[in-house]
């Protein structure tokens, strides 16, 4: 008899859907106090999940929950940052 796999599901801090983990794109903040997308999702430190549009992002952006959800306030240049790595990671 197969098993049945249980899917992990995460919710994106921009639309607030819950959403299978491998869907999502996580955001994670270090150790060291950088943010960055984690492609792996394995990286040490804690972790936001959204989805890969930019919609998301400049939700998140405006109701301030991706700061909320790393416990950090993010300034405007990691916000662009991100929207390039986002676009960077669309286009794969």
């Known amino acids: 008899m197969n098993k049945v796999r249980k899917i992990p599901l995460r919710k994106c801090v921009g639309c607030q859907e819950m959403k299978p983990k491998r869907e999502l794109i996580r955001v994670v903040h270090t150790p060291d106090g950088d943010v960055l997308i984690d492609p792996t999702g394995k990286q ?13 992002l400049q939700t998140a952006q405006k109701k301030k929950s991706l700061e909320r959800a790393l416990k950090m306030s993010i300034p405007s240049s990691v916000y662009e940052t991100l929207t390039v790595q986002l676009q960077g990671a669309m286009n794969h």
């Open 44 to 56: 040490n430190g804690r972790g936001a999940y959204l989805c890969p549009d930019e919609t998301c």
